[in-house]
């Protein structure tokens, strides 16, 4: 593992409130950070909540296994389009791009992260979709798929709790509204958890949710 790198131990359950983090400088003027898992300074993979303040831009740049977005607030814009706030992009490893917000924007990012093969650039603006329904009330809307990969929004009604089942490939979760809670703790907004592979748990609320999930998409472990 690289010497600097940051939370990249997958056997491990991390579980990290946005809240105990600062915002850090990014290498683009205007542009702030905070990082929950990252292999090396600015580059590697990573997964952070990103800031930019109104007429931030960064340079033209690339991700050799591609970039993954989930617009939080604001609008975030590059040469290809404009992305308002819940819009989810995936650039595909090779994608090239100079980004900017002309208002200011937060966005969850992942980087260099996709499976070999995984090469299509997806656009979905959320707020057009159709949610489907799935047991105990819960709705969701798949955003991606590749293989045994699966990235969705899934919304929890208050009240409401998950069938307990085991996390193969590990899961991932950012809370965007609400909170949710498992036998380990309770988790508000913009807590980031990740599961190993194999790990069991069920999430519950009281005042309802809605969450980011990756499920089967971490690497293996040695």
Not at 134 to 156: D, F, K, N
Not at 169 to 182: C, F, K, P, Y
Request: hydrophobic share 30%; with cysteine.
């Amino acid at each position: 593992m690289p010497r600097h790198s940051l939370n990249l131990d997958f056997s491990q359950r991390l579980v990290i409130g946005a809240y105990q983090l600062a915002w850090v400088p990014a290498p683009a003027p205007k542009v702030w950070h905070k990082q929950f898992e990252s292999e090396m300074p600015e580059r590697g993979r990573a997964t952070s909540l990103v800031r930019y303040q109104a007429g931030a831009r960064f340079h033209r740049h690339s991700h050799p296994l591609g970039e993954e977005i989930l617009v939080l607030s604001g609008t975030f814009s590059d040469e290809h389009g404009e992305y308002p706030s819940g819009t989810y992009v995936r650039n595909p490893p090779g994608f090239t791009h100079e980004h900017y917000s002309e208002n200011g924007c937060v966005l969850f990012v992942k980087v260099d992260h996709f499976h070999p093969g995984d090469d299509q650039r997806v656009v979905i603006h959320t707020d057009e979709v159709s949610w489907t329904s799935r047991e105990c009330g819960i709705s969701m809307v798949t955003l991606h798929r590749y293989e045994q990969e699966h990235t969705a929004l899934v919304r929890w009604p208050q009240g409401q709790c998950a069938p307990v089942h085991q996390r193969w490939g590990g899961e991932e979760v950012l809370i965007l509204e609400g909170q949710l809670a498992d036998e380990m703790g309770d988790y508000p907004h913009h807590t980031w958890i990740r599961c190993p592979h194999l790990s069991e748990h069920n999430f519950t609320t009281k005042e309802g949710a809605l969450v980011f999930i990756k499920n089967s998409h971490l690497p293996p472990v040695e």
